[in-house]
């Protein structure tokens, strides 16, 4: 500051802003410096401003400064003076208007009532116990108010709004809105029972309800005829209200007063040890307990947010108030022990509860204790102060009340409060007086003060409940927004999050001890209110301490799912879509939705989603980025409009092909990176030039999403994806091991609405099994897909020679090795690799079927193939085998060890042969065992996967005889053999050759490591 300030010269100017730990000098330009003008900690506006617009009105180009300096000047203007000519200190500011706020009628008329029904002992206890709620709240309000922007005319509405979010802030406001506008009802139905003592001639039928309406006009009128008159009136107000204490404390250590009388004689016994023991214990009768007891004096604490509801004409609110506040709670905890032990020294409790001759109710009871105890220089002088004092402090509710809601209802959060947000040509909120009055004239109605009291206590506890709430969750989250004085020492923060939890848990269990009912109905209306503020709130200025919440255990979960994702019943598919957005189309009503329909139905909607698109663009530019965001923008609303969950993308790229690259290796985070990618068929025309690129295109995604990791669904006939309920069957051609991942798509298609309807076929290939042996595997899985309650299918094995199925079967060594790897990684303890639940691969089923053959009885010798009959089914017309082999068996090459019907079964070294990879080291150098590429070569060099199209168009005709009408076929997509041209062609030309005069096919190729478990 010292170095600036020495390069002082005219047209600057510093001003420096009050922070936790650092002082802030901005510079700003000004027209003279004369201009220069302290800013004082507090007089930020409540929100943001927008800059002037007017190049004359642009001098000072600093946001900050402008807001202040405009603000001060306008505050100036309409008050004619210095902004701070009124500003008050603690005393004036805070503690007096609480201290006012606090001693309410309740003292006057109730305390009395209260020491006699609960015992000294357990009065004492309830004063202790709403203290205790008072301090906590206090200590919470002041590390808000201390944090800094926090504070103003809004009061604590404005503090919990700003740290919690504008839905929890709405919620507690309106809350505190109504608890401050029953206050008003308490207090003015206070005035008309102390009418009633004085003057019994005013008790008529519904005299209370009458008497309270007409005050509660008087007072909303005094109000609407501006705040100026109850200001002047204020001292005169605290004067009446002193008087009248000092009458009451004056009265209690001078009784009693006529000696002589009979009533006093027998009940009233003055200042004495005898009286004090024997009201020490609790005396209630039938209608009265310590919740109805302590529902009654909570009131008398409910005034503490009087400093925060008068921050702006504070000195340095957040240090005014808490000392104010904390000096005004305890000063009255002092005075309120002190009455309370008064009361029960000096008259039986039976005369304080009033069943005593001669006293039918509280109007009776309150006119002879009154009128025998308190003191009364002249007559009626102390009926006279409690009716004046309980009207001020209606007055000072009817003040506060309608400025609260009127700052509610300028947020904008409610559309419906928001006729009530302008401000009268005076400056004052008169509509919202207006609705103010309204409400309050129809709470006086109860016209009883015990009924008033319990609701009124409720609506505090629950504005306190989230104030101490407020300070858990920011000094928990430590947002950069929280900085109370000494957040950063460790001491300090235990003290705020001790503190606030206390408070709030206090505030829930004084909610249940006055009535668990009106504690829950208390409870429904502030989730109701929050719930219909939550669906109608518009976009508010600031931010949420609940996203603070939502951040904070997003991150937790992430970094646990990460570690966790892999296993069995965690596994779900997490779906990257790879979409294609064409603008022109779409914005003019041309939809391309189908594969994000496809995805909804796969997913049912649920579940985690990204939707990614690629902008081929040759420059990263801003502008570039701008289109990519309002593409961004189109897709979120494409996927709203299709109701997917999930999260949009897009990313420059100059080729469509390197920007899925970068998706695909970039997109999630943590446990929720997708492992399965969802894209469509590339189906070309013969006269298109561009079809060979684009099948390139779609062999290296799929090269670069199996590299990853990534299960990979390709989608061919996507322009005839229905909308609408079908009916028929859901074709699965399992040809290798997937893991049963083909198996657990169809599950989930079959589990949405389009598709529910179609039942559910498997067709699994085998070679070199016998019949009985493929039926007996068949049965085995429909019986487990039943058991497990997947899924009620029709099996149908189909025995086919080697070369049929050499695309998926010549690396299918290599493929079940790092199967059985990463299961072994999931559960190193595993002492062996045990059978599964459901069938993971195609071997599996032989597997458990000689299992369970074993565990029953052994195959009998007249067990043999019956190559007479191709076709077996069994009696339930779901299972079948059908066998479509050549009669020549010599050279077909075995992975099953099942029976065979040669010699020349015996194993050897091939492509399929199911012996350890390990097996190959002998073609190392070194003997070591061989790397995967060392495999795969080999494998590759063992036998050429594609060789000729008559088997390819052969077994496309066995799935077309089969699965020509079925609404979907699910089948594996073979595993790429080679990244050439020639290679890549013969590939597409193999899968489009195979489901040639299918109408729908879902391709699938998982990774190996799709792992799931439902066993219903």
């Known amino acids: 500051s010292s170095h600036f300030g020495s390069s002082y010269s005219p047209g600057l ?79 004036a500011g805070v503690f007096v208007p609480t201290c006012e706020n606090m001693w309410g009628v309740l003292i006057f008329l109730r305390f009395y009532f209260i020491v006699g029904q609960a015992g000294i002992f357990q009065t004492l206890c309830i004063v202790t116990l709403s203290f205790t709620v008072a301090l ?15 504070v103003s005319s809004g009061g604590p509405y404005h503090m919990i709004s700003r740290a919690m979010g504008p839905v929890l802030g709405a919620s507690v406001g309106i809350m505190y809105w109504l608890a401050i506008t029953m206050l008003a009802v308490l207090e003015c139905l206070g005035a008309v029972e102390s009418l009633s003592m004085a003057v019994p001639a005013m008790q008529f039928p519904m005299h209370m309800q009458a008497l309270g309406s007409a005050f509660m006009a008087g007072l909303a009128l005094t109000v609407w005829g501006g705040i100026n008159i109850v200001t002047k009136l204020g001292v005169f107000f605290a004067l009446v209200v002193f008087y009248t204490l000092f009458s009451f404390y004056f009265g209690l250590v001078t009784s009693p007063h006529h000696v002589g009388d009979p009533l006093q004689e027998q009940w009233i016994t003055g200042l004495s040890t005898a009286t004090f023991s024997k009201n020490w214990a609790s005396h209630y009768d039938s209608e009265n307990n310590f919740g109805t007891m302590l529902a009654l004096f909570y009131p008398c604490f409910t005034g503490i947010l009087s400093g925060a509801n008068r921050a702006d004409v504070l000195k340095d609110p957040p240090k005014n108030i808490r000392q104010g506040t904390f000096a005004a709670i305890c ?41 025998n105890i308190v003191w009364n220089p002249f007559p009626y002088s102390a009926f006279i102060g409690i009716i004046i004092a309980s009207l001020s402090q209606s007055l000072q509710c009817l003040i506060v009340a309608p400025r609260l809601l009127q700052q509610i209802a300028r947020d904008d959060i409610l559309g419906v409060l928001k006729p009530l947000a302008p401000l009268s040509s005076r400056g004052e909120p008169t509509r919202a007086l207006l609705f103010t009055y309204v409400v309050a004239a129809l709470l006086v109605l109860i016209g009883k003060l015990e009924l008033v009291a319990p609701l009124l206590a409720m609506c505090f506890l629950v504005a306190y409940a989230f104030m101490n709430c407020s300070c858990f969750v920011l000094t928990l989250l430590k947002s950069p927004a929280w900085r109370p004085e000494w957040i950063g020492q460790r001491r300090w923060r235990i003290w705020y999050l001790f503190v606030a939890a206390l408070g709030f848990g206090l505030c829930i269990a004084v909610m249940m001890i006055i009535n668990p009912v009106w504690a829950a109905v208390a409870g429904f209306i502030a989730v109701c209110l929050y719930s219909f503020i939550n669906f109608k709130m518009q976009a508010p200025g600031w931010g949420s301490a609940v996203d603070g919440i939502r951040y904070r255990f997003a991150v937790k979960s992430l970094m646990q799912l990460e570690a966790r994702h892999d296993q069995c019943v965690n596994w779900r598919p997490q779906v990257l879509i790879l979409y294609k957005i064409n603008l022109t189309e779409e914005l003019g009503s041309i939809k391309h939705h189908e594969i994000l329909r496809f995805s909804a139905q796969l997913r049912k909607s649920r579940g985690f989603c990204v939707v990614a698109c690629v ?105 005839s994806i229905p909308t609408e309920i079908v009916h028929g069957t859901i074709d699965i051609w399992w040809m290798i091991h997937d893991g049963g991942f083909l198996i657990l798509l169809s599950w989930f298609l079959s589990q949405h609405r389009i598709w529910r309807s179609c039942h559910l076929r498997v067709f699994t290939v085998a070679e070199n099994v016998s019949e009985t042996r493929a039926k007996g595997a068949a049965e085995l899985l429909s019986r487990t897909l039943r058991e497990r309650r997947l899924c009620d299918v029709d099996v149908e094995v189909i025995l086919l020679d080697d070369a049929l199925i050499e695309p998926y079967t010549y690396d299918w060594t290599l493929r079940v090795e790092e199967r059985h790897r990463f299961l072994r990684e999931l559960n190193p303890n595993a002492r062996e690799m045990h059978l599964e639940p459901i069938p993971l691969e195609i071997d599996d089923l032989f597997d458990m079927e000689q299992h369970e053959i074993q565990s029953k009885a052994p195959i009998q010798a007249g067990d043999s193939p019956l190559h007479n009959n191709p076709v077996f089914e069994d009696s339930k017309n779901d299972v079948k085998v059908s066998d479509c082999r050549t009669g020549a068996e010599g050279g077909r090459r075995h992975r099953h060890g099942g029976a065979s019907s040669s010699a020349d079964d015996a194993p050897y070294l091939s492509a399929s042969d199911p012996q350890p990879a390990a097996a190959l080291a002998a073609d190392e150098p ?91």
């Open 331 to 371: 000063f009255s905890f002092v005075m309120y022990v002190s009455l309370f032990i008064l009361w029960g020294s000096v008259a039986d409790y039976r005369f304080l509860q009033g069943t005593t001759e001669g006293i039918h109710d509280e109007v009776d009871l309150g006119r002879v204790v009154v009128a």
């Open 615 to 719: 902008l081929e663009s040759d420059t990263r530019d801003a502008a570039a980025m701008k289109m990519a965001a309002d593409q961004k923008a189109i897709i979120r609303g494409i996927m709203d409009e299709e109701g997917i969950e999930g999260f949009a993308e897009v990313v420059v790229a100059p080729s469509w092909r390197e920007g899925t690259n970068y998706i695909i290796q970039l997109t999630g985070i943590g446990g929720l990176i997708p492992n399965t990618v969802l894209l469509d068929w590339p189906e070309c025309s013969a006269q298109d030039t561009q079809a060979d690129q684009v099948k390139k295109d779609f062999m290296e995604v799929l090269q670069t999403a199996l590299a990853a990791n990534k299960a990979v669904l390709a989608v061919k006939g996507l322009q």
């Open 136 to 150: 906590c709240t206090t200590a919470s309000m002041s590390s808000i108010a201390s944090s800094g922007g926090l």
């Open 926 to 1016: 070194d003997g070591s065992p061989a790397s995967s590429d060392g495999v795969k070569h080999l494998l590759r060099k063992a036998s050429s996967p594609f060789e000729s199209i008559e088997f390819c168009q052969k077994l496309g005709q066995i799935i077309n005889s089969r699965s020509q009408h079925a609404q979907l076929v699910v089948m594996n997509l073979p595993d790429v053999w080679g990244s050439e041209d020639k290679d890549v062609l013969n590939y597409m030309q193999y899968c489009d050759t195979l489901t040639q005069g299918l109408e729908r096919v879902l391709f699938v190729h998982s990774t190996g490591r799709e792992i799931f478990d439902i066993t219903g």
């Open 13 to 91: 100017a510093f001003l420096p802003c009050r922070f936790p730990a650092f002082d802030l000098v901005v510079i700003t330009a000004m027209e003279s410096p004369s201009q220069v003008r302290s800013v004082e900690s507090g007089s930020l506006g409540d929100e943001p401003q927008r800059l002037h617009s007017d190049p004359s009105q642009r001098l000072n180009s600093n946001f900050l400064v402008n807001n202040v300096l405009d603000k001060e000047s306008a505050q100036a203007q309409v008050e004619g003076k210095p902004s701070r000519a009124k500003k008050k200190g603690a005393l």
